[in-house]
């Protein structure tokens, strides 16, 4: 029998979840953020799914633009990161991608394409999350001087640095600052990405950049209450069963130990799969609709899990690590970590499966 972990990908979430986002725009529109592979669900599969609600992805690096053009996706892509070389300008031209442009060196490439051959430019403007962009005050006098390449289509990208935190006044200047930028060159703008679109109804702009609420992830770090569902079910089955005796231990340096006699299942799913090697032992995992947890430290292809509660479980049972039944969020929290961190490793031997219902 093979190896049966597998990344179930819900696509009715991703559509209901970005659709629900949708509701959040205002007058704007909403671009699916694809990069990392999609965080992990498939960029292909996620693009392939939303053809027919997102006016536009967005990626981090022209590769990635590249595989979904080759994958036959048509609609507009943003670049978030820009060219790293001169030669992705062309390209992107070609490929019929913008790029977020955060450097006059960036700017400079775009100038010396051949005249027909030059991409869509959007400005990425610091506003004080300082990692990318022009410092606020250069904006206006950039936009004058490369106005052979900004144009009235131009749109002004930054990004919030706390929109996560709704209570945290560094939003609110970060919006002052930005905002200013805004009213002296007239463009249209980009702010909000999940967290800003859901939490600060004043960062939503022409285009949010939605991300990890399309995974039916919590976009706050407090609960929106939004009715986001999990796109991605992370399962493993049981390879192994074995009882151990109270006293004995399991696993690498023996930093479990049973404390009665116990049940222990082991799962075919370890840190090469993207399952934190770092991950304590107690953690929550779903057996039989029940959770159980983690005993003993996550191997490289196996975890061991402590089933002595569970009636009935059997080698071939499936494991869900985080899903429909376990919040992402949830096991997030327990290895010091982020939704995003998670899913977006999940690795290249865990086959994805899209499944339409
Ligand atoms: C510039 C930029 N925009 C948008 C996003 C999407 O953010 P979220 O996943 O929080 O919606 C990201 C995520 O890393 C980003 O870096």
């Known amino acids: 029998m093979s ?7 819900h696509a009715d979430a991703i559509e209901d979840n970005f659709r629900l986002m949708k509701k959040y725009a205002g007058n704007g529109q909403n671009m699916a953020v694809v990069k990392a592979d999609a965080y992990g669900h498939g960029a292909v599969s996620v693009a392939r799914i939303l053809r027919n609600e997102a006016a536009a992805f967005a990626v981090a690096i022209i590769e990635e633009a590249l595989l979904l053009r080759e994958a036959g996706v048509r609609a507009p892509i943003v670049v978030l990161e820009g060219p790293h070389q001169a030669l992705e300008c062309e390209l992107a031209a ?11 060196e960036q700017l400079e490439w775009v100038r010396q394409c051949r005249e027909g051959r030059k991409p869509k430019v959007w400005l990425k403007v610091d506003s004080g999350m300082h990692r990318l962009g022009f410092d606020c005050e250069r904006v206006p006098a950039l936009v004058s001087e490369y106005s052979d390449i900004i144009d009235a289509d131009s749109v002004l990208v930054t990004h919030l640095a706390c929109a996560d935190d709704t209570a945290n006044p ?3 200047a970060q919006l002052h600052a930005f905002n200013k930028v805004r009213e002296a060159t007239g463009l249209g703008v980009s702010i909000a990405s999940s967290p800003g679109t859901v939490g600060w109804p004043q960062s939503r702009g022409d285009w949010n950049r939605i991300g ?3 995974y039916g992830a919590e976009p706050l770090s ?3 209450g939004l009715a986001l569902k999990p796109a991605m079910s992370l399962q493993a089955s049981i390879i192994a069963l074995r009882k151990v005796k109270r006293g004995e231990t399991v696993g690498y340096s023996q930093t479990w130990q049973a404390e009665r006699d116990s049940l222990i299942a082991t799962v075919g799913i ?20 029940q959770r159980a947890a983690l005993a003993g430290r996550v191997s490289m292809d196996m975890i061991t899990i402590d089933v002595t509660d569970i009636a009935d479980v059997a080698i071939g049972d499936f494991v869900e690590l985080w899903g429909k039944q376990l919040l992402v969020d949830e096991i997030a929290r327990c290895a010091g970590t982020i939704s995003y961190e998670l899913i977006t490793r999940v690795s290249q031997r865990v086959p994805r499966i899209v499944r339409h219902i």
């Open 3 to 9: 190896r049966q972990t597998r990344a179930i990908i």
């Open 94 to 104: 070609r490929e019929n991608c913008t790029l977020v442009v955060h450097q006059r």
């Open 170 to 172: 560094f939003t609110v």
């Open 212 to 214: 990890i609420a399309m």
């Open 222 to 224: 407090e609960a929106s």
């Open 270 to 289: 370890g840190y090469a799969d993207g399952y934190p090697r770092h991950m304590p032992s107690g953690t929550p995992v779903i057996v039989k609709g």
